[in-house]
């Protein structure tokens, strides 16, 4: 799939009561969860921007913001948000989440790629074990009419929008070079934050 097809998006509308403070600017080696997550979306992305909730005061000149059209309806308005502001180019959207620092350009090239020789799935996301990854995946634009139906019924689990889609799962194991066990550790609450010496460089 051609860089200039997809749209990166990082999703940084959380809340963090978890965590206890703003965690998209929590840095890592000096640079804040969200810049993180654009760096490793850029080379596979013609773009790349941040997923915001509404009112919500972002100031980092580097990445233009998306601000969800509903409050308080978690990442999935976020998709919502990418999707309709993509809708006139016909873009695909590759999301992820700015807590998952593991996340890398290898695995999200390695994604993209996949997707490229699946193009009648309408979402193509990564999987470990047997556990899906919707906060790090590729939702193509024709998603967006399910994603606000949805909405508009009270859903708001991206895992159950992967069910009521046509879905491409790209198993990621050990034998792949990109691995690793924690590639997909989420940052919740403080204590996650202890093993984040050896989080990679994007």
Known sequence: MPVEDVLGVVLAG???HRMGFDKRRFEIRGRSLVLRAAEALRSECV???VSTQPGSSWTEPSLRAIADLRS????LAGLEAA???SVASRRSVFVLACDLPYVSTELIGYIVRSAAAARSSAAVVPSVAGRVQPLCGLYRPETLEVVRRQLDSGSRAMRDLLAILSVETVEIHPELALYRS???HNLNEPADLEPLSDAPTP
Not at 72 to 75: A, H, K, L
Request: aromatic share 6%; proline share 6%.
């Open 83 to 85: 999707l309709s502001a």
């Open 72 to 75: 308080d309806c978690g990442p």
């Open 47 to 49: 773009e790349v921007v």
């Open 182 to 184: 924690d590639l997909f």
């Open 14 to 16: 959380g809340s963090s």
